[in-house]
């Protein structure tokens, strides 16, 4: 009870964080938004076994990222991330920790590229308007909490037990179905045809998202990203489904239209 109460009361104080900050003007909404996928990278650098120095490296490379995007920069910005961390890699590497060295370099530049762009894509949808990023927020929660709940009761075959052990095809399918239906309402209320098919496969690209990000924590032998967050893990957890979700979440309401 303790547990469930706390996640709930985390669960009330992000929403208002999210309300609030989509309220914001663009470039201080897109900063406050790169800095919370920039501590998702931190612990992403953590997972790949990276000392923290470079795991604050590519943190700080991501948030460079969505500045990059944001001002139309990112071939002059990439490149600089690119050669500056292999200087900075290159002049701390010594005989003692040459075998840090992968993990190191993946920690400094793998969240840019898993994370960076991607997740972006959550302030391309914004500016579409902040209604479609509600949309977003509530299609994808509607459908992980029918995957959890059907799951849970009904789940009896695994989808794939390396990276989630608890997810089954039947949680796997509710989702769909609730994707579909929330999709559907969602593009009549915003007064959109197709609505059903961006529920589904936005819906579709969550499930899949969320096992990838967890193969991470799954290699490093952790449960959650980090304990940032009571109740819900880190900031790495928070934004699982969205990694592949809202690019195709974008790019179908691109291409129909809005």
């Known amino acids: ?19 609030g900050v989509s309220l914001l003007p663009p470039l201080p909404f897109l900063l406050f938004l790169a800095l919370f996928v920039a501590l998702a990278g931190y612990e992403m650098g953590k997972l790949l076994g990276a000392s923290p120095g470079y795991s604050f490296l590519g943190s700080l490379n991501l948030f460079l990222v969505f500045l990059a995007l944001y001002f139309y920069l990112p071939l002059e910005t990439l490149t600089a991330l690119v050669v500056v961390t292999g200087i900075v ?13 992968t993990a190191n370099v993946a920690s400094a530049l793998l969240p ?3 994370l960076g762009f991607p997740l972006f894509h959550l302030f391309l949808v914004w500016e579409r308007g902040v209604k479609f990023l509600y ?3 509530i299609l994808i929660s509607l459908a992980d909490t029918a995957a959890y709940l059907v799951g849970t009761r009904f789940g009896r075959h695994k989808i794939y037990p390396v990276a989630s052990p608890k997810k089954s095809w039947e949680g796997f399918l509710a989702a ?3 994707g579909v239906i929330a999709g559907a309402v969602g593009g009549r209320v915003l007064g959109f045809r197709w609505g059903w098919v961006v529920g589904l496969l936005t819906a579709l690209a969550a ?3 969320d096992p990838f990000e967890s193969l ?3 290699a490093a032998g ?17 934004i699982d489904s969205y990694i592949f979700a809202a690019p195709v979440f974008y790019y179908l309401i691109h291409w129909i239209g809005l």
Do not use: C, Y
């Open 1 to 19: 009870m303790k547990e469930f109460i706390l996640r709930t009361a985390s669960a009330i104080i992000l929403i208002l964080v999210v309300v």
């Open 89 to 101: 890699s290159l002049f701390s590497t010594s005989r003692e920790n040459l075998k840090n060295f």
């Open 112 to 114: 840019s590229l898993v």
């Open 135 to 137: 949309f977003l927020i």
């Open 176 to 178: 769909l179905a609730l």
């Open 207 to 209: 499930q899949l998202s």
């Open 216 to 218: 991470f924590k799954r």
């Open 222 to 238: 952790v449960k959650d990203s980090s304990h940032l967050i009571p109740g819900h893990g880190g900031a790495l957890d928070r």
